[in-house]
């Protein structure tokens, strides 16, 4: 079964510091891959995706994540973290098959330290 | 233009009420999401519609039931609301069926009192 994994419940960063967030999933073919950021009372947007090709992928807001099919893991990073980018990160996995929707991780909550 | 709207954005009941959530995308998508993200955050498809057409019904209780009109909107009527129907409802929408990424709603917080 599909799954995702996000080993990190809470992290807290300095501001400034580099940021490196881990997900795992689990998928038989070649996944779509997708983070997404909530901050509070809001909902879901897209920082970046990967669907194929280079397996470094940039984002808005400064962001990218590396597919590492090896080690089935698309761990998002940022080298500068600013006060704004706390909030819940979401990875998620979709199959982009006829039918099948996202599947997300339990989140990771970002906080940044001044 | 916000692309995916949703309303209420916040809803407050009491339990065994009978309760409605719309949603609208300006997007021009054929498929359409509901998720229900709990108290811990975690969140998990309940229903996709393409076309109008039911295509993912997950392990959803019968209370629940949603209503395509169009293929612009999709609402979720929810009946007999119980205490653990806490949480927030998200809407989303893709291009088609099986296509990302997805757009997603500010979400419905609904709470029961």
């Known amino acids: 079964a599909q799954s995702v994994t996000q080993p990190d419940i809470h992290i807290t960063v300095s501001e400034g510091a580099s940021l490196e967030l881990r997900c795992n999933y689990s998928?038989?073919?070649?996944?779509?891959l997708f983070w997404y950021v909530q901050s509070p009372g809001q909902g879901l947007q897209l920082l970046l995706k990967y669907f194929s090709g280079d397996t470094l992928v940039q984002g808005i807001k400064g962001f990218e994540a590396e597919f590492k099919r090896s080690q089935s893991s698309f761990n998002l990073r940022k080298p500068s973290v600013h006060w704004s980018d706390a909030a819940e990160y979401f990875c998620?996995?979709?199959?982009?098959?006829?039918?099948?929707?996202?599947?997300f991780g339990k989140g990771t909550t970002l906080s940044v330290s001044s | 233009d916000t692309a995916v709207s949703q309303t209420p954005k916040y809803l407050v009941t009491q339990m065994g009420n009978d309760k409605s959530i719309k949603c609208e995308q300006n997007l021009g998508h054929d498929t359409m999401y509901w998720y229900k993200q709990d108290s811990k955050k975690f969140l998990k498809i309940m229903f996709s519609?393409?076309?109008?057409?039911?295509?993912i019904n997950e392990t959803v209780p019968n209370r629940f039931s949603p209503k395509s009109p169009d293929k612009a909107h999709l609402n979720l009527h929810i009946n007999s609301l119980e205490l653990g129907d806490s949480a927030v409802y998200f809407c989303?929408?893709?291009?088609?069926?099986?296509?990302?990424?997805?757009?997603f709603g500010d979400g419905t917080r609904l709470s029961i009192l």
């Open positions: 519609y393409n076309n109008k057409e039911l295509i």
């Open positions: 989303a929408s893709s291009q088609s069926l099986g296509d990302q990424p997805q757009h």
């Open positions: 998620a996995v979709g199959a982009g098959q006829a039918g099948t929707a996202l599947i």
């Open positions: 998928y038989g073919a070649t996944p779509y």
